[in-house]
């Protein structure tokens, strides 16, 4: 899937490695050796997905990140986070600030490709579906995740929380997940947690990310058949 990115990292030798991988892999990808350079080439490029560094002189990667979000322009577009920080704590205080994915040095390129061409289709979708997040027929995608639970249930499949699949979900992810489960839409979500459907779709693309999953009804199927929910 072709796309537009930005990628930020005070690290020549492994910028111009990332840049040549991902263009090799079919990218069009500009590059910024800091938070200045690559706020600038974000606002001329307007680019689908930006990669950034954390630990970075002057601005680092939350300071970015921050910045993006607060600019209506930007505040839906997907942003990974590449850092020599890898424990759960970092892990977290990153979704927590509001990247789409986050990984830790050293890593496979194939990974990062990966996970920018699951972000870029996620990204594809919300337009596709007007930009909610929500499926164009929400009747149907209530119907499906029904029909799984139900097909599910019947089998034997949904396990208990022993299931040797372990997910590192914060609370706030695992009661969106739970509700999503249930079959509510990100509107009746944001209602039951009194927060904003903007929160609830970044909550959804962090689930999606974590599970390898690119749909709700693949979300919940995964969820069910590995004791995800609570």
């Known amino acids: 899937m072709p796309g537009q990115l930005v990628l930020v990292d005070d690290e020549p030798g492994l910028r111009e490695a990332v840049q040549a991988y991902l263009e090799d892999s079919g990218f069009a990808v500009n590059t910024?050796?800091?938070?200045?350079?690559?706020?600038?080439?974000?606002?001329?490029?307007?680019?689908?997905?930006?990669?950034?560094?954390?630990?970075?002189?002057?601005?680092?990667?939350?300071?970015?990140?921050?910045?993006?979000?607060?600019?209506?322009?930007?505040?839906?577009?997907?942003?990974?986070?590449?850092?020599?920080?890898?424990?759960t704590g970092d892990r977290i205080q990153g979704y927590a600030a509001g990247c789409d994915a986050y990984l830790p040095k050293p890593f496979d390129p194939d990974e990062l490709v990966a996970i920018v061409t699951r972000l870029l289709k996620q990204r594809e979708s919300l337009k596709a579906s007007g930009g909610s997040g929500e499926t164009p027929d929400v009747a149907d995608m209530a119907r499906q995740i029904a029909e799984i639970k139900a097909i599910l249930t019947q089998r034997g499949a949904i396990v208990q929380s022993n299931s040797s699949v372990k997910l590192d979900f914060t609370p706030r992810e695992q009661s969106v997940l739970d509700l999503v489960v249930d079959g509510l839409m990100n509107k009746e979500i944001?209602?039951?947690?009194?927060?904003?459907?903007?929160?609830?779709?970044?909550?959804?693309?962090?689930l999606f990310t974590k599970t390898g999953t690119n749909s709700r009804t693949e979300l919940v199927r995964f969820a069910l058949e590995n004791g995800l929910i609570t």
């Not at 490029?45 to 607060?70: A, H, S």
């Not at 944001?190 to 962090?206: C, M, P, Q």
């Open 32 to 87: 910024a050796s800091n938070a200045k350079e690559g706020w600038e080439l974000v606002q001329q490029k307007l680019p689908d997905l930006v990669i950034t560094d954390v630990m970075m002189p002057q601005v680092d990667g939350y300071q970015f990140l921050k910045q993006l979000r607060e600019d209506p322009r930007f505040q839906s577009l997907p942003v990974v986070f590449l850092t020599a920080r890898g424990m």
């Open 190 to 206: 944001a209602r039951r947690l009194e927060t904003s459907v903007r929160n609830v779709e970044k909550y959804v693309s962090r």
